[in-house]
């Protein structure tokens, strides 16, 4: 009898994720992930090295939100801790990224081994499934276990410690293929389908209503239910909304977009949401974005159904007054057979009220801007953003990271949307609104769709905490644009402290006059400083023909953020929750 060939743990490991078809590794080499790293160079899967365990997590999160299959950053111990923050990020967005870190042996487990942590434990809250491999013959089960719960019913990220002894040692390389399951390969997650008499219940509170809107969570796009959402409010004539911090889920320039449902970003949306008499949210959470479901967002005389795919989800709606548990594809299924019944009446007034505030917010806000321009002060932060958008196609991905510089260029994206721009994507960052992660979210998308150019408006903050990133884009020759908002400090949190300190000081936000463009230059790259606000779109583009990562380096002012206006107060409140 022929005796089986054996491989190291990181060969078998390799070789588990090979046969769930992944095909992206991000790291930051270790001597402790060597035999993993030979393992998957051997299988042809593309290895990503990044300048810091950090940076890989957030391109593995940036290039599973595109691609909606799992990546893997790979890490030793110590860059076990470096890649929590990008752990907590995937977990806030429920992104199903799978961890894999190196760790200390388990044959002397807690005698103090060469960089032993309890890594298991810490990332437990934070990911769906956390666990330490004991047993080399049973990687394939681990591995499997993983994958199949990061997918799973609400999706988020996975954790696999791999002990230092069974990374290196051998194990059969057939090992568990005579058990189940069999087959070891990739398979779509099982989905939620309505309960027949709940599914009604809902039809029927909707049949009924004379104001219904949607509200599309990032749930919709976990289902890859994005197109049907689109078709139920354009067949059936619902206006549609996205939740704040929105996954790209409709075109922009979707007759049935409205925009985000945020009464500071988009006023809009309180007024449509005050006399909405049903609004039903698919895919989403009602958290603090959502004000937990509560008035004023969702008054008393609105009824609040959620439509979510998992029991996790519903969990978290258990303020809604129904919830249904369904995959979102599925109730849109069923909601595009209404027409057909004869029993469905389209509230063409009530989505006319919703386009025509739209235009009107549109023109305002752009008047409003025009009056709020100085010139020889910095450019607006919405204009900066709205020049930056016309100088991308719909080919491109824009990335927002920032604070304020995410607040008004949320915004710029709904203008720009009506006025007819089109893009590939938006990427940002999500419920924990983490600074830092734009270039590694940018990088991901050019790494996915090479032939689009990725542009990131960054807050000089948000550059500054994950800038480092950048060189990760110039090693893979992967070009990238980033704009920076540069004001010279965290304007979002100096506002907020002129408003609380008795003083009206703010302390410890400023920034020195910093020269991006030329950090781009000195890597290879290319930069240009922007002080006239004219000049942004031209030099966007300018930076995008050159065919290397850029950075515009633009001045802006410090306008006051939406958010920090409509729910700050002097000396009373300084809280933007």
Not at 139 to 168: C, N, Q, W
Not at 555 to 574: E, F, L, M, N, Q
Request: proline share 6%; aromatic share 8%.
């Amino acid at each position: 009898m022929k005796n089986p060939t054996n491989i190291r743990g990181g060969a078998l490991l390799a070789q588990a994720l090979h046969e769930k078809g992944i095909s992206q590794v991000f790291t930051l080499s270790g001597g402790f992930c060597n035999p993993a790293l030979e393992g998957l160079a051997d299988r042809g899967i593309t290895i990503i090295n990044c300048p810091h365990e950090q940076v890989a997590g957030h391109l593995a999160d940036g290039y599973t939100r595109v691609t909606r299959s799992p990546a893997v950053c790979l890490v030793g111990p110590e860059g076990f801790a470096n890649a929590v923050p990008a752990m907590m990020e995937a977990w806030g967005e429920r992104t199903p990224v799978m961890f894999i870190t190196g760790s200390s042996t388990l044959k002397r487990q807690g005698s103090g081994g060469f960089k032993e942590i309890d890594d298991v434990a810490i990332a437990a809250p934070l990911t769906k499934y956390s666990a330490s491999i004991t047993d080399g013959t049973r990687i394939r089960e681990f591995v499997d276990r993983a994958y199949k719960t990061a997918l799973s019913g609400y999706p988020g990220p996975v954790h696999l410690s791999v002990p230092v002894d069974i990374m290196f040692s051998s194990f059969p390389a057939d090992a568990q293929l005579d058990e189940r399951p069999y087959v070891h390969d990739a398979r779509l997650a099982p989905r939620a389908w309505p309960n027949p008499d709940d599914l009604q219940t809902v039809i029927a509170s909707l049949q009924k209503s004379e104001r219904p809107i949607l509200i599309g969570g990032h749930g919709v796009w976990w289902s890859r239910a994005e197109e049907k959402l689109e078709e139920v409010g354009l067949k059936l004539g619902i206006p549609i909304f996205n939740i704040p911090y929105h996954q790209k889920l409709l075109p922009e320039t979707s007759e049935a977009y409205m925009g985000l449902a945020d009464i500071h970003q988009y006023r809009p949306s309180a007024e449509a949401l005050k006399e909405a008499d049903l609004a039903i949210m698919v895919g989403g959470r009602l958290d603090n974005q959502m004000n937990f479901g509560n008035p004023p967002l969702f008054p008393a005389s609105c009824e609040l159904i959620c439509v979510n795919g998992s029991a996790e989800e519903t969990e978290l709606n258990r303020a809604a007054d129904k919830v249904l548990l369904s995959d979102p594809g599925a109730f849109f299924d069923a909601l595009l057979t209404l027409p057909e019944t004869g029993n469905w009446h389209e509230r063409t007034d009530w989505k006319a009220q919703q386009r025509l505030r739209r235009s009107e917010w549109v023109e305002q806000t752009i008047a409003e801007m025009a009056q709020d321009t100085t010139p020889g002060q910095g450019a607006h932060p919405l204009q900066l953003a709205l020049e930056v958008q016309s100088a991308m196609d719909e080919k491109d991905w824009l990335v927002i990271d920032g604070g304020n510089t995410h607040f008004w260029s949320e915004i710029a994206v709904n203008l720009a949307g009506w006025q007819g721009q089109k893009l590939t994507g938006i990427l940002h960052p999500g419920a924990f609104s983490m600074l830092g992660v734009g270039v590694s979210f940018a990088l991901a998308a050019k790494l996915h769709d090479p032939d689009s150019h990725p542009v990131v408006i960054s807050g000089d903050g948000a550059f500054l905490s994950g800038g480092l990133s950048i060189e990760a884009a110039f090693q893979e020759n992967a070009p990238i644009t980033v704009v920076i908002d540069n004001n010279g400090g965290l304007t979002t949190i100096s506002q907020q402290q002129e408003r609380l300190f008795a003083n009206g000081s703010h302390v410890a936000t400023d920034f020195r006059d910093i020269p991006f463009h030329t950090l781009f230059e000195g890597l290879g790259g290319y930069g240009e400083l922007v002080e006239d606000p004219k000049e942004i779109a031209p030099a966007v583009r300018r930076a995008i023909a050159s065919g290397r990562t850029a950075c515009v380096n633009v001045r802006t002012r410090g306008v006051i953020s939406p958010i920090v206006a409509a729910v700050t107060s002097k000396r009373d409140k300084a809280s933007i929750e």
